[in-house]
């Protein structure tokens, strides 16, 4: 496929889409992850059970809802209920299998930062907040990440831990009695990271094959960052999905 025949943001839904399997229960957020979980019902997961936080469990839009309130959701739904029941029944209940989350900073432990940028009292920037994505990243029982490579997006150290991924090392999770597996891959436009005692690792390269691992840190990570001494190439996607999208 030449490689001008896709934008970023699409190629990483097609690489989130392939990480969902047909039958499991995911907890969808609005955006790329939106846009992932419906590809991929669309196209290899047809009994994928979206679930999103204003209570449509079992969504089949027919279109792209533009939000967690979009009436396309309730249409065709297996159940309506409150957030209430969402958080409390379906994620605390522990039927979540994938969280899809989104940040606007991502540590190499893969804590996601949505509070702030910069010093917490005074910061630079004041996010959105967590929302529900601090419950899921606890609770799901294992969580993807979607966001652009950017030196800015993927510091050293967050500057606050909105959502925790392994927090410090392999074993904090299970220390503070966190019942979820974390995270198990970060998606950007560069690459898929997977996840090594805790760690983030670069396993293998979507975006072109001639890209190596010196390469893939320098355009857009700032971190210490584990890497496959080989790299393979995953094929960017298929004629299908893109069609689709």
Known sequence: MDSMSYTAN???????????????VVFVGIGLPNLACNLARRLHAPRLVLIYESGAVGA???????????????????????IFDIF??????????????QGAQIDRFGNLNTTVVGDYAQPAVRLPGSGGACEIAILARRVLIIAPQSK????????????????????????????????????????????????MMLPRSIRDARLNKYELTRAGISMSLQIAGRLTNQPVKSCTSSATI
């Open 152 to 199: 800015r997006c993927f510091p050293e150290k967050v500057d606050f831990i909105t959502s925790p991924g392994f927090v410090d090392g392999p074993d904090t999770r299970a220390q503070l009695g966190m019942p979820g597996g974390g995270p198990r891959m970060v998606i950007t436009n560069l690459g898929c990271y997977e996840f090594t005692n805790g760690e």
């Open 88 to 101: 409390s029944y379906y994620l605390q209940g522990g039927l979540i299998d994938v969280g899809f989350l």
């Open 60 to 82: 089949t839009p027919q279109r792209l809802p533009i939000s967690i309130g979009d009436p396309a959701l309730v249409t065709d739904s297996l159940s309506v209920c409150s």
């Open 10 to 24: 699409e190629l990483m839904v097609c690489q989130a889409a392939r990480q969902l399997c047909d039958g499991e």
